[in-house]
């Protein structure tokens, strides 16, 4: 039909010429018209006022064409529009509050749903994520490099199967400005596995890997090459040492590629092999040692599910033939990206819990807009009364309160968006982990737009349908005769109350759960963990990124302790190779005295394991509950001795009192006895059931990552100066990190701070949305009342009787809205507390905080209102009327 | 207003005005005497159904306008059938032809 579409443009766009068209075609009918009658002998006067009578008028006639005419819905639309926009305007108030109520509800579901977005459905970005998979033991990823190798080799359902280890930070050289950075070990098949191409150079592959040590390249990221060597594309080539050994840049990876996980962006990656090289220790011909993580492709054609029984089957197979190392083992598929099953659970959960409390503040704030625009459209009452007085359609004054509606919440939404989008920006900048690559990529994508704008047009239809039946139902003789509809409808419970109550309740709901989040995070900077981390210092460092070898670590330690306890004002220091409550961590398996059979089943507990030398239990504050510290003569030459902590005690030996001097035998056989025995204490989360744990001596234990904890009254700038200087002063080349050990805790403490923060930003919107709706009721009533409380007042009511009778519903509805809330909130918190350490709803900081939050937003709603009602002047009300 | 009925009248008047346009281009009062004069006086239709419906032929292209004098030298909007309003008015007739054959048997039918 190209007629119907060069008309609509014509009609559109030459909308002048049309009617000068149609002017001209009705005015010369009328003449040929009349002249018909002049032929039949009628005077010219009567021959046209005939020809007008038969035509049927002309105005009624243009009226008439123009209504079939292609495009008059766009018209009419844009039409709508502009009274819409005068209508708006007019109330600015009104728009604003609106406008205002959307963008929170919709700003905060476009964050929530970004993230969600960013960490639960988008895949990692790889070419065909689809099939990429997380190959786990158990449900956790770590697995040992042996068994990757016989996996990979073995399997039929993976096209690729590739290892990834997370080592901690090296030191790099790249000619004259040592610094350090985080790379990921991976085998040598992992970019031609996920199937990326280099930006610069090449890649390392599964050819280069003939052996150990054989492949000394690096690869390095997009935004390490910026940042480290200028976009310098003679980079490839060039070599760098990292802990020393010198290694070749073989390429760049393009800059979309930041690993493949989600929150970790390596600077580069090394080979897998050369491991030996990198960090003086070789765990690839370990079969119990499970720090790699799997990833494969599979086939095509292949479902998860087979992948799996192949894996198992292979599992039982390794079972068998190891039954040291993989007794039991079972394979499970994971998505890629998080830390498998592990971290994706509780993200799952939490983000779950987050969206549905965005849902409900939208909900809310539609109630909240449904109310307000029904107190609107009775208030138009009588505009809309004449409108259908007049012959309008009742389709057509809803189409545009419609339009009006949609305006709104199209104007809300992009504001929200707008908002949301900075708040994302903000959140994917943000780096939790100051020396850690580590950042949550969450920047809005199409979906969120998508979401948004999906969200808008819902909502705006949601709440525009509201004072629907109220126009439907309208009957203008009865609207212009009274003025006003019936007040019966005010004093039932309506819908209306019930969505007030829902809203007040969510809001109590988020006001409780930031503030149980909030008060648990504050009582966890404060809690005992079997150490002190208050008043204490942390310095960090690595001897292998300077240069020791495995031998001489021990003597270098030694000679640190000696110097830091000879600065004046330290009064205790002591080292350990890991801290509690910090990243890293170790576990291993204990088995008892009797064992032969070191197969994992059999062992008698997993502890976590740390090496520490003399003087880091007072350093730390760690008490010691029987026997004796570790000392300076526990070393190779002396019997193997350690000490556990209370859990390991009763455990392994049923009270405190017998494990001092019994034995036990670690993984391997190698026997050791318990020489003391000190309190529990927390290891890798604020929120983890009491973990056994054994300490070693480092003299028979060496390690090169060193973590010394000072003790001092001193301030504690000044301390860390002196910290480095003497530090540097035994040697200059040493890669130091200082901190306060309350800063070093920020690992332990993020997904509480996360929550918190969450949760607080959640509490506001639905805070302000609560104010919005007690407000909009409240003023609401008061002024369809207004009459009754000016005749009140006259009739000598006092202004108890005028706020009560004004403000007493909304008021009530705020009361029990504030204690579902409340109820519901302390349900709530019981999913908070696996997240955040003690947090307890049975807090009277709580539950007075919630009180008095819900009071101040009844105050801040109902002020305006009150003070409205108050000042109803009899005399004034008479006049108008 | 019942929507059948105003569906069948505005077919036959589109029926109507196109059989009308069949012989020779037209005017508004040109067409609708024509159309008195086709159905014998038994339809007198009203410029009120009569503009909207030339209006919305012309926009489908069924029919075209030209501005030229009239049999009394004055300036008159005259509609001609196209290609297409000629294939529409075969359409239609023979519409029209088989809902009569229905409708008859099914009226003179027991």
Same mark, same amino acid.
């Not at chain 1, 909308?15 to 002017?23: C, G, I, M, R």
């Not at chain 1, 998860?304 to 390794?318: C, K, R, V």
């Not at chain 1, 208030?379 to 007085?389: I, M, N, P, Q, Y």
């Given at each position: ?881 | ?46 410029? =009120? ?8 032929? &012309?926009?489908?292209?069924? $029919?075209?306008?030209?501005?030229? %004098?009239? +049999? ?12 297409? =309003? ?8 023979? &519409?029209?032809?088989?809902? $009569?054959?229905?409708?008859?048997? %099914?009226? +003179?039918?027991?």
């Amino acid at each position: 039909m190209p007629g119907r579409i060069v008309s609509f443009f014509r009609n559109l766009l030459h909308k002048n010429a049309v009617e000068q068209a149609l002017d001209d075609e009705l005015r010369s009918s009328v003449e040929l018209l009349s002249e018909e009658k002049m032929k039949e002998g009628l005077s010219r006067s009567e021959a046209r006022r005939r020809a007008l009578i038969e035509l049927g008028g002309v105005e009624q006639v243009r009226t008439k064409v123009r209504e079939i005419r292609v495009g008059r819905l766009l018209e009419d639309f844009a039409a709508d529009l502009r009274f819409t926009n005068r209508t708006l305007a007019k109330s600015s108030g009104f728009t604003l509050t609106a406008i205002v109520t959307l963008a929170l509800g919709i700003g905060a579901n476009a964050v929530v749903f970004s993230v969600l977005n960013a960490l639960l459905l988008r895949p990692v970005n790889v070419p065909n994520a689809h099939n990429f998979y997380l190959v786990q033991r158990f449900h956790v990823p770590p697995q040992a490099y042996p068994d990757y190798l016989d996996l990979r080799d073995r399997n039929w359902t993976f096209e690729s199967m590739m290892a990834v280890k997370f080592v901690g930070e090296v030191g790099v050289d790249t000619g004259g400005n040592p610094s350090t950075a985080w790379p990921v070990l991976t085998s040598g098949n992992y970019f031609d596995a996920l199937g990326i191409r280099p930006y610069l150079g090449r890649f390392f592959h599964a050819s280069d890997e003939k052996g150990v040590n054989s492949a000394p390249y690096v690869v390095l990221s997009y935004a390490y090459w910026r940042s480290h060597f200028d976009e310098d594309r003679g980079v490839v080539g060039r070599t760098v040492e990292i802990n020393k050994h010198p290694f070749t840049v073989v390429g760049v990876a393009p800059s979309e590629f930041r690993g493949t996980d989600l929150i970790f962006s390596p600077a580069f990656w090394i080979p897998i092999v050369d491991e030996p090289t990198v960090l003086s220790i070789n765990s690839l011909q370990n079969r119990s040692e499970h720090n790699l993580w799997v990833m494969g492709r599979l086939k095509p054609g292949v479902t998860p599910a087979e992948a799996a029984a192949d894996l198992n089957a292979l599992g039982s197979w390794l079972s068998k033939t190891y039954p040291a190392d993989d007794d039991g083992i079972k394979f499970t598929l994971g998505s890629p990206g998080l830390l498998g099953d592990a971290l994706e659970g509780p993200t799952r959960a939490f983000m779950a819990g987050l969206m549905l409390l965005a849902g409900l503040i939208l909900l809310a704030a539609c109630a909240n807009l449904g109310s307000l625009f029904a107190a609107r459209a009775a208030d138009r009452s009588k505009e809309v009364a004449l409108r259908l007085a007049l012959g309008s359609r009742h389709a057509r004054i809803l189409r545009q309160l419609l339009t009006e509606a949609l305006l709104v919440s199209i104007a809300g939404g992009a504001i929200g968006l707008f908002g949301s989008v900075q708040i994302l920006h903000a959140l994917s900048a943000w780096n939790p982990f100051p020396d850690a690559p580590i950042n949550i990529p969450v920047n809005p994508d199409v979906r969120t737009y998508a979401v948004a704008l999906l969200l808008a047009v819902a909502s705006g239809l949601l709440f525009g349908i509201v004072p629907v039946r109220q126009v439907l139902c309208a009957d203008p003789w009865q609207m212009i005769r009274t003025g006003t509809r019936g007040t019966g409808a005010l004093r039932r419970f309506t819908l209306r109350d019930v969505l007030l109550v829902a809203q007040i309740a969510i809001c109590a709901v988020l006001v409780t759960s930031s503030l149980v989040a909030v008060r648990g995070l504050v009582r966890s900077l404060h809690g005992r963990y079997g150490f002190e981390p208050q008043n204490a210092i942390v310095v960090q460092s690595d001897l292998h990124m300077a240069g020791y070898a495995n031998n001489q670590t021990a003597a270098m330690q030694r000679r640190m302790l000696d110097a830091v306890a000879a600065i004046p004002g330290v009064s205790a220091v002591g080292f350990a190779d890991d801290l509690p409550l910090s990243i890293g961590g170790s576990d291993s398996f204990v088995y008892s005295d009797s064992a032969t059979d070191f197969r994992p089943t059999n062992r008698a507990a997993d502890a976590m394991n740390y090496s520490i030398s003399p003087g880091y239990l007072r350093a730390a504050e760690t008490r010691l509950l029987a026997g004796r510290d570790v000392t300076f003569n526990d070393d190779l030459k002396a019997p193997a001795v350690i000490l556990v902590n209370r859990q390991f005690a009763v455990e392994l030996f049923g009270s405190v009192d017998k494990a001092v001097g019994a034995h036990f035998k670690l993984f391997g056989g190698s026997r050791v006895e318990v020489v003391g025995v000190i309190e529990d204490g927390k290891y890798r989360t604020l929120t983890e059931d009491q973990q056994p744990a054994m300490f070693f001596p480092f003299l028979q234990n060496d390690s090169s990552n060193t973590w010394l904890v000072v003790r001092s009254k001193r301030d504690p700038s000044e301390m860390a100066a002196a910290l480095e200087s003497t530090l540097h002063g035994i040697d200059s080349g040493l890669p130091l990190t200082i901190a306060a050990w309350t800063e070093e805790m920020g690992f332990a403490l993020f997904a509480a701070r996360v929550a918190s923060v969450a949760l607080g930003v959640m509490g506001l919107p639905g805070a302000m949305l609560a104010i919005t709706g007690v407000f909009g009721m409240a003023s609401y009533v008061v002024s369809r009342r207004l009459r009754e409380l000016g005749i009140r007042v006259a009739l000598g009511a006092g202004k108890r009787a005028v706020l009560s009778a004004s403000l007493g519903r909304a008021l009530r509805l705020l009361a029990i809205g504030s204690a579902a809330g409340l109820v519901l909130g302390v349900l709530a918190a019981r999913v908070l507390s696996h997240i955040v350490y003690q947090a307890t709803p049975m807090d009277p900081m709580v539950l007075g905080g919630v009180v008095a939050a819900m009071l101040l937003i009844g105050l801040a709603a109902s002020w305006i209102p009150a003070r409205r009602a108050l000042a109803a002047d009899p005399l004034l009300l008479l006049r108008e009327e | 207003m019942r929507p059948q009925r105003t569906d069948l009248l505005r077919g036959t008047l589109d029926l109507l005005i196109l059989k009308a346009l069949h012989l020779e281009p037209l005017h508004g009062v040109g067409i609708s005497r024509r159309i008195t004069q086709i159905t014998r006086d038994a339809f007198q239709v009203s410029f =009120g159904s009569l503009f909207p419906s030339l209006h919305r032929m &012309e926009e489908k292209g069924w $029919v075209e306008a030209e501005w030229r %004098a009239s +049999e009394n030298n004055r300036r008159a909007k005259y509609y001609r059938l196209t290609a297409s =309003g000629r294939a529409q008015l075969k359409a239609e007739e023979r &519409e029209w032809n088989q809902v $009569v054959k229905i409708m008859t048997a %099914a009226v +003179e039918s027991a």
